[in-house]
């Protein structure tokens, strides 16, 4: 059985970075380790009743001449958007892509990107250590063991990149990772319907509550516009700045005030 439009993360690694004379970073990564398993939670791929799912990813799909095109020219960005991303919101999410240059390297294929934006050159040279390609795929449901011995689940098939999103971790073994190790553990990650209903809950919220909430921890410890990045996005989704909760003794003293208030103003109009 074959669950298709799955829309999958993965870990990507930066080998080397420079700057240009333009204040643009250009940088190489490795992308999409051939012939390994790696495991989802069940929810992310259609299978609720699943804790977690094992699933291979073969080298005839991953070098394959689609798989391989679909590396060129991806956008780049800061976190993982909302939603893939497509001609609709690029100009609001892409802060560099990546170039035509697309070579298989061993089990891995290495692309090359130009990263754009201020704030996205600024978080990679502050230490943002992780690359996560965003792509799609069909999941075959067969069951197996890989060259390596590793048991799976299911297998990928149809791989087609989406984009590359710089972010604080990302999913994957250490020896895709560049610089420092890891500073936290991954978070389970959250189905789509779940991110935007916790989206939706934002607008209005206090932003400290709102910027601690999970949908922001690809772009935590970031830096966008001078301010904390899980803020910024926080704001951007409607959270309320300089607003805070009241304890339930701040707010029985409101209450009472507001009472008192309005028997002295009751009070003052009977008298007249």
Known sequence: MRNRSMHLHDKLTIDTKRRTRDGYLTVNARVARADNVQTYLGSEVGKPDMASVRVFRPADEVFSSDTMQSFAHRPVTLGH???????????????????????????????????ADADTIKAVEDGTRELSMGYDCSLDWTAGTSPSGEAYDAVQRGIRSNHIAVVQQARGGPELRFGDSATRKDLPMMTDGEKQTMRDSVCGMPLDQAAALPIYDDVRGMVMSGMPA?????????????QRQMGDAEAKAEAAYDQMVSDLSSAHRQAV
């Open 81 to 115: 958007p909302s939603a893939a991303v497509s001609a609709t919101n690029w100009r609001d999410v892409a802060k560099g892509w990546s170039d035509g240059e697309v070579a298989r390297d061993g089990e891995f294929v290495r692309v090359s990107m130009l990263l």
């Open 230 to 242: 899980e803020q910024y996005c926080a704001i951007g989704h409607g959270a309320v700045v300089g």
